[in-house]
């Protein structure tokens, strides 16, 4: 079974530009998230799809940032336009379950290899 | 969300038991103690979960003492590949974010 997978696994732009990435969760995964770490940071939530629906969007950094999810599958992350201090890495995660089926134990997160992306 | 402390980075021979202590003192009742793995370049991974006692699995036992407020990651007879940042997490629901701490970094040496 394929894990979750982003693309592009690096991209390199000049501050100002559009960047888009994006993520394929695990078949079937109703949840998928995005995380960031910038350098020397933490690892942060961004945001929180359950299906086609943004659950929780509380970590996204500003209106400079726009999450999709077509149709409940893959998930795209824009940042338009990209400043400085969006270099970092960007990782998408997904797990199955959803919000009506209680299912404690069965709540592991998957996560991708990460996009780096770097704003110069 | 609990917050967590563990320490910084630990360092162990191969073939050596690996223990990592996380406090977790303001734990809800309904929360998990989950743990995740990093290697460089990846993203986490998942380890290991508990919500009370003790559990293991082909990779780690997690030990949770009867009043939450902390949890010990062990990793038997660690080997070199097991170079990594280990996060402890405390999750309020099944389905809900993440909150990644520094970790700890486990260095093992031959």
């Known amino acids: ?120 | 969300l609990a917050k967590t402390t563990q320490p910084i980075s630990m360092d162990s021979y191969e073939g050596q038991e690996v223990n990592i202590t996380c406090s977790h003192n303001n734990i809800a009742t309904n929360d998990y103690i989950t743990w995740y793995q990093q290697f460089p370049s990846q993203g986490p991974r998942f380890i290991i979960q508990g919500y009370k006692t003790k559990v293991t699995n082909e990779v780690a036992s997690l030990f949770i003492p009867a009043d939450r407020k902390s949890s010990t990651l062990s990793l038997p007879r660690v080997s070199l590949s097991d170079t990594a940042v280990y996060y402890c997490l405390v999750r309020t629901d099944s389905w809900g974010k993440l909150q990644f701490g520094a970790g700890t970094q486990v260095v093992v040496t031959p």
């Open chain 1, 1 to 120: 079974e394929a894990g979750v997978t982003q693309f592009p696994s690096h991209s390199v732009i000049e501050k100002g530009q559009t960047v888009t990435l994006r993520c394929d969760p695990i078949s079937g995964h109703d949840n998928l998230y995005w995380y960031r770490r910038v350098m020397g940071k933490e690892i942060k939530f961004l945001l929180h799809f359950v299906k086609e629906s943004k659950q929780d969007e509380s970590g996204m950094p500003n209106n400079r940032f726009l999450a999709e999810r077509t149709g409940g599958t893959y998930s795209t992350l824009k940042v338009q336009p990209a400043e400085l201090e969006d270099s970092g890495v960007y990782f998408c995660a997904s797990s199955p379950g959803s919000l009506g089926t209680p299912n404690p134990w069965n709540t592991e997160a998957f996560f991708g290899q990460g996009t780096r992306l770097t704003v110069v």
